[in-house]
């Protein structure tokens, strides 16, 4: 289990002025939780017929979707996008 | 300098991370509509694009928003300030100005940041007026362009940085700033007349007190300077390491502050020519503009 981690964080415009739109696009990976499988199976002796379970275990690992919290912020960001791997926000300087 | 924080949250397990970042916001940059020649020759003459804030006076009430003709269309953010006779008693607007207020508000653009205020330095000890006058009549101001202005309109209070120092309100200025600790309601934008306290007071520490005051009442206001030069109209000596300095010490101090808003005030018959005297100080409101994006 794991949280994202934010690879970076770029401005547009780098230097805005009162009035702009700004547009911070956060480049990130998301965090990832994992299923545990077990796999069982027997073996048998085709001459025997004795048997043997054999038993394993493993787990999955998938990215979760990643929420967003711009709160605390001096102003408002709205987010405008999220593709997985970009999160887009914008605000009104 | 601008921060920007951020939490990345694994909507799964709850686990998250939380990154900043400061980016650099300029004030606007702009100029008094009076000012000698015009606001486009003004651009012209400082080699920058056509600005996009200005300041427009009002001696009364007008028809309409902004007052006056003339004003280019690239300020996309002007600063109008109307003169409002208060009357002795509350709401402390005549009902006929109140009616007019009310269609100058209902005229303001629905496009841009158009603002508006009520008798620019009022505060200040030679208007005689109080602080119930004061407060009170921007509250009903207030009232009247809630019910009236468009959603994109903004309504301010234009102060003077001296009114925060010895001389003017002193400890009492906090009294005299229209917001929710006195009576009224929190502004988004507070701007202040910045001229120096003294002749030997520097920039940073003239406007400090009264900055520094509307922050403490209003944390998330963002503060605009509404007029900025070397010398009031009432002082006979001007900053005393000169305009040149002047202009330097509180842009660089604007930018470091976030401010959002940086209106000159140049007007030949108040001793503040356009162009100034000093060639020097024309190239350094050249360099403001750019600085700011034009």
Not at chain 2, 71 to 91: D, E, G, M
Not at chain 2, 153 to 182: D, E, P
Not at chain 2, 254 to 264: D, F
Not at chain 2, 265 to 286: G, H, I, W
């Amino acid at each position: 289990m794991s949280a994202p981690v934010i690879l970076s964080i770029a401005f547009s415009p780098a230097n805005p002025v009162t009035g702009q739109t700004v547009t911070a696009t956060v480049s990130y990976t998301p965090g990832s939780s994992g299923q545990l499988f077990t796999f069982k199976a027997t073996a048998t002796d085709k001459v025997s017929g004795l048997t043997a379970p054999v038993s394993g275990s493993f787990t999955v690992t998938e990215p979760d979707a990643t929420t967003w919290d711009t709160s605390g912020n001096d102003r408002v960001w709205n987010q405008v996008s999220d593709n997985g791997a970009q999160a887009v926000f914008t605000a009104q300087f | 300098m601008t921060t920007f924080t951020v939490k990345a949250i694994n909507s799964v397990t709850g686990e998250f991370v939380t990154e900043s970042a400061t980016f650099g916001a300029k004030p606007a940059f702009g100029f008094n509509s009076s000012l000698d020649g015009g606001l486009t020759a003004a651009a012209s003459t400082l080699g920058c694009k056509s600005f996009t804030t200005a300041k427009i006076f009002n001696s009364s009430i007008p028809a309409s928003y902004p007052g006056h003709t003339g004003i280019p269309s690239s300020v996309k953010y002007p600063l109008v300030t109307i003169r409002v006779a208060l009357t002795t008693s509350s709401p402390w607007i005549s009902s006929a100005d109140q009616a007019s207020l009310a269609a100058v508000y209902k005229s303001m653009p629905v496009t841009g940041i158009p603002m508006v205020t009520i008798n620019n330095e009022a505060e200040g000890a030679a208007h005689g007026y109080t602080t119930a006058q004061i407060i009170g009549s921007h509250n009903t101001s207030y009232n009247i362009f809630k019910a009236n202005a468009p959603a994109n309109a903004i309504y301010t209070q234009n102060l003077m940085t001296y009114s925060a120092s010895s001389g003017g309100r002193g400890s009492n200025f906090h009294s005299w700033v229209f917001c929710k600790a006195s009576g009224g309601v929190d502004l988004p934008v507070y701007f202040l007349d910045w001229y120096p306290t003294s002749s030997t007071t520097s920039a940073a520490n003239s406007i400090i007190p009264a900055f520094n005051g509307i922050k403490s009442l209003v944390p998330s206001a963002q503060i605009g300077i509404g007029e900025n030069n070397w010398i009031a109209s009432s002082q006979s000596t001007g900053y005393a390491a000169g305009q040149l300095a002047w202009f330097k010490d509180s842009w660089a101090w604007a930018v470091s502050n976030n401010l959002a808003y940086y209106i000159a005030f140049f007007y030949a018959a108040d001793n503040k020519p356009f162009p100034p005297t000093d060639p020097a100080v024309t190239a350094e409101l050249s360099s403001i503009a750019h600085d700011s994006g034009l």
